[in-house]
């Protein structure tokens, strides 16, 4: 190409071009591209060095090839140059097209710059037209731009020096050179863009190689975890079914793993848990519960719930997992047992019978409305309350016109104090809210059988038990309670309590009866416990003495027994010392 003359161009020059061109899309990696970039400068365009420097991401550029000179290469290639530097030389000298040409008259001044160069010997040029060795040519490498824009973002530049014929480039020359440097930077992005989908392919196989190993670790954690594991749908028409469980949670319910993806945890739960794995499952947690095996047995279990997302937008699935708990929670209730019954005897315990005898008592006897005093307080308070939430002026109790007169609060019917302000003698449910809900207990009154039926409390004490303990010692006389506590238990109903107060002191707590049948209740149990009772291979007996009190509401647990027990003492001292014991 140097030796020829424009306009005329050899076929051979254009084939030769066109093979460098063809040569730089041929490359396999960014840094083959630009290294044949540089080569196919010196082979096609007719250059005896050429070096591409290429835009870094922090916008300065890097010598990334060189070629026609070893000892420049190695000088210069990786070195950087800032891209002010750069800027500056692209706007300096001669613009030939895309191409900017500065004389050697102009670049003295660039001598001291950052930008990494080389100098070469050379004579003055003798024409005009002569490559002096301190001229410069660039040709800058855009990306290619946009419909209706010329060039794109700056990628490089294309340096190039010492033509072998001497003489600076003419028309074709600097056609040729800006084509070449339009396709070198048309190849520069698309080793670029290979460059990053290999990069983003390489990325996406590991993930997909961690995806999978996360997999198959969960899959193995799931499958092989000791205790029960299931996964459920959350939301739509299937919300709960069970999807996948592993072989320990079949094994815990009796179940293969074909059924169980038949049930959601609402089908399998006891019904008075429901509610328990309802709240649970909503947004996920812990809750202990029953779950039913296939022998239709319970099982008590802790589940554990995790609410988790297949994908960004994906749906979600419920993570359980079930711990068999069935030895802790009979651990618990044998503890609860223990806590409140009585070690010898296995019967509910002093503790144990004031719990239950107050759950059925409440502060207010039922037949006994309030008094004035009562009636004044409630009112008072209710109208303070009203008050603090703004339903009425402060200081008011009640509602009421300027003449006194109510506005109907109450039924209409208003007491006044002693300033003529209404009240209502009778509040509403407001004022004894805490009674509505409660059936109260009442006794029967006088010392005949009226037929009223209340809760019974029949309070009983062993004659002769000590002189038991005395002679024979305190084996036989536990020998003799636990017996007196079978013969008690099985004298009452189911729904009755027999309790050990402690000692040798039992009370039975029987509801629905009235006087006469309290009284036979108590004689039907003296006579159970009367027959000689064996003990180590002899035969003892113990009497009993009962006292009978009722237990009505307006009564505490302790007045009760304490009524019960004075009943059991006079009863006791009734009856001749000789008498008190069957034999």
Known sequence: METESEPYVRLATLRQLHTVMADMNTARSLA??????????????????????????????????????????????????????????????????????????????????????????????????????????????????????????????????????????????????????????????????????????????????????????????????????????????????????????????????????????????????????????????????????????????????????????????????????????????????????DSLTGLPNSAELRSRLSSRLCQRPLALPPGAIESLDAAYTHGQQQAAMGALPSGELGPYDGNGNGDGHGGGQLAYDGNGHGFDPWPSSEAYDAFDHHVHTIAPEGETDDGTKGLAVLFCDLDGFKSINDRFGHNAGDAVLIEVARRLTHGVRDGDTVARLGGDEFVVLADGLGRADAQDLAVRLRNAIIPPIRVDGRAVRVGASFGIGWAHCGMTADEVLKSADERMYIEKRSRPKAHRRAG
């Open 32 to 341: 083959d591209t630009l290294q044949t970039v540089a080569d196919g400068v010196v082979t096609g365009l007719g250059y005896e060095l050429a070096c591409v420097n290429l835009v870094r991401p922090d916008g300065d550029l890097v010598c990334a090839a060189f070629a026609g000179n070893s000892a420049a290469e190695a000088l210069i290639t990786g070195r950087v140059g800032s891209r002010a530097s750069w800027d500056r030389r692209l706007t300096m000298g001669e613009a030939w097209g895309d191409l900017r040409f500065i004389p050697h008259t102009e670049g003295w001044v660039l001598d001291e710059d950052d930008v990494p160069q080389w100098y070469t010997d050379g004579p003055e040029p003798r024409f005009e037209d002569e490559w002096h060795p301190a001229d410069r040519l660039f040709a800058p490498m855009y990306t290619p731009g946009v419909s209706g824009n010329g060039c794109g973002e700056l990628i490089g530049v294309l340096s190039v020096d010492r033509p072998r014929n001497g003489r600076r480039p003419g028309a074709w020359g600097r056609e040729a050179l800006q084509m070449y440097a339009f396709q070198g930077a048309i190849a520069i992005s698309n080793a670029r863009l290979r460059a990053n989908m290999q990069r983003a392919l390489v990325r996406l196989e590991r993930e997909q190689q961690a995806l999978r190993a996360s997999e198959e670790s969960f899959r193995q954690a799931f499958e092989y975890a000791p205790s029960g594991m299931a996964i459920a749908e959350m939301g739509g028409d299937q919300h709960g079914r069970i999807l996948r469980t592993n072989d320990a949670l079949c094994r815990l319910l009796g179940r293969p793993a074909s059924a169980m993806r038949r049930y959601s945890f609402s089908d399998l739960v006891h019904p008075e848990d429901i509610g328990t794995l309802l709240r649970t499952s909503a947004e996920g947690g812990r809750a202990e519960l029953r779950l039913c095996r296939r022998d239709n047995t319970y099982v008590w279990v802790s589940l554990r719930n995790s609410v988790v997302a297949d994908a960004a937008d994906g749906p979600r699935f419920l993570l359980t997992h079930v711990e068999d708990i069935e030895d802790r929670k009979r651990r618990e209730l044998q503890l609860a047992h223990r806590a409140s019954h």
